[in-house]
């Protein structure tokens, strides 16, 4: 791994990883403020060593208002240096952490706080619009127990670290309950431990090989699973990152250039907007820097890969990762065009996937199936028992609900979710496949496939379609003709058309909304 050695990774925990960094390197820059400029007007900055001092400093703060370790604290903070240090002070006292991202409301907020029965909420007060503190005493009022709610967005409690017991030395108890994305039920409390978090950062350092010299950038919310994963990475290979509370294009630019950021991305959905800003001035590279795009949680569609590479003159690592196992598969910024393009990459160093049949029975290379896993970064399941006996099998696999296959060279290709299988009058359609597909459309920006009830077939296939500004409209017949002509079985060919303004996706990973989709059309 560059730019680090095997102790760093076999750290215990988050707290003795930083420790041995800010031993290491104490004055090297960790983390710098992007769009929440100092009292002097320069961007705020935080080296390694400031960053274990401030996290102790308030540690002992909050050790004041009573957290001990064990206790559950819930915050919901935006992306910001005062997160990561309220995340670290956690990890020193040994709290038990549940981060819920900004975007939570009464409904994902609240069941989170009743499931882990936490005993502290931290919130931002007023942000962008929103009073988080009201709701935030607007649910603790309905809980037998309330929580102690306190803003830690300018300031965070400070005390003196002479009161604090000793860090914790155990990696491996849950210390982390992170919520998967709700559909039409509450979302899914993760449990993770240190060790699970401290594995998974480590992959992903392994495959992307940042240096000290790199610039990194979170531009994702920092209370999603990505935000130790990513901090893990830095710690490991003693690079900095710049953090957007708000990540916006064109607006982020400037701080993207200001800083050199040499390694950016997060998902698709980052993909496509930074190429968007590119083709406004395509003789004009708009991170001069760059070198890396890289990310994951939503499928990409392989033609993008080829437009971000020829268009923003970078490389383009994309891989696979979910709440439950932050980093499974990533593509080696070495491999050919072709793995890059249409494939996850290889499973990482102590990650096992499994492809099986509808039995259980492992498929050989190149044939579908359910995608399993198993390995250090997985988590210890769920908050809820009997969730967590659902989603491991007998061998202690991971049962992921995606669809894939492995390829003759150990890459893993994603096919879809496994239900986003539409069955139609008994016959199994990938909608992942029409999708890819619809998305070479000159005349189609983005494309999401799904099944509605239908009396006649069971479910029929529907195609909701975001095209680009200035094109003319799509009718059914014109993508029937398209898909057919891409050799698309005539069984899988649409059966309904919907042309939106934007697909809806989440505010995390941008991924499409397909519950919200069946919702609106399934009358159509």
């Not at 494939?343 to 190149?366: F, K, N, S, Y």
């Amino acid at each position: 791994m560059t730019g680090t050695d095997d102790d760093l990774s076999a750290s215990r925990t988050l707290w003795e990883l930083l420790g041995r960094r800010a031993a290491r390197t104490p004055d090297a820059l960790a983390l710098v403020q992007g769009d929440d400029p100092g009292p002097t007007g320069a961007d705020r900055r935080l080296t390694f060593g400031a960053l274990r001092e401030q996290a102790e400093r308030t540690a002992a703060g909050l050790y004041e208002l009573g957290v001990r370790p064990g206790d559950t604290v819930a915050w919901q903070l935006p992306t910001r240096i005062e997160t990561v240090v309220l995340s670290f002070a956690l990890a020193r006292l040994g709290a038990v952490q549940t981060p819920l991202v900004p975007f939570y409301r009464d409904r994902e907020a609240g069941h989170a706080l009743r499931a882990t029965e936490a005993g502290f909420f931290a919130t931002p007060g007023l942000w962008r619009g929103y009073d988080h503190a009201a709701m935030a005493f607007r649910l603790a009022l309905r809980m037998p127990a309330p929580p102690l709610v306190f803003t830690a967005y300018d300031t965070l409690p400070q005390g003196d670290p002479a009161i604090l017991p000793p860090p914790p030395g155990d990696g491996a108890a849950v210390r982390w309950v992170y919520w998967t994305s709700g559909t039409t039920a509450d979302p899914k409390g993760v449990l993770h431990t240190d060790r699970t978090l401290i594995a998974a950062g480590a992959r992903l350092a392994r495959a992307l090989r940042p240096t000290p010299a790199d610039m990194g950038s979170m531009a994702f919310p920092y209370a999603h699973v990505a935000g130790p994963d990513y901090t893990v990475m830095m710690l490991l290979c003693g690079f900095p990152a710049l953090l957007m509370e708000h990540f916006a294009l064109p607006a982020a630019l400037d701080a993207y250039r200001r800083h050199g950021v040499t390694i950016a991305g997060g998902s698709t959905a980052f993909y496509s907007m930074f190429l968007a800003e590119q083709r406004k001035d395509p003789d004009r590279r708009i991170v001069p820097t760059l070198r890396l795009m890289a990310g994951g949680g939503a499928p990409k569609p392989p033609g993008l890969y080829h437009e971000v590479v020829r268009e923003l003159g970078c490389r383009l690592t994309h891989g696979y990762g979910m709440t439950e196992a932050p980093m499974i598969t990533m593509g080696d910024p070495d491999d050919t065009p072709e793995n890059l393009a249409t494939t996850e990459g290889r499973p990482a160093a102590g990650m096992e996937i499994r492809v099986v049949d509808a039995a259980g029975l492992p498929v050989p290379p190149g044939v579908d199936g359910d995608v399993r896993l198993r390995g250090e970064a997985v988590c210890r399941g769920y908050l809820d028992p009997a969730q967590t006996a659902e989603a491991f099998d007998a061998d202690g696999f991971l049962r992921t609900g995606d669809r894939g296959r492995l390829t003759a060279t150990g890459h893993l290709v994603l096919t879809g979710r496994a239900k986003d299988v539409i069955i139609r009058k008994g016959e199994n359609i990938s909608a992942r496949e029409v999708e890819q597909l619809l998305q070479g459309h000159p005349a189609v920006e983005d494309a999401a496939v799904i099944g509605l009830p239908d009396p006649a077939r069971g479910e029929r296939v529907c195609a909701v379609v975001q095209q680009p500004a200035g094109a003319a409209p799509l009718t059914l017949d014109d993508i029937g003709t398209y898909l057919r002509g891409a050799g698309l079985a005539v069984h899988k060919v649409p059966e309904q058309l919907e042309l939106v303004d934007a697909l809806p996706r989440d505010t995390t990973l941008g991924k499409v909304l397909k519950h919200r989709l069946r919702e609106r059309f399934s009358d159509g």
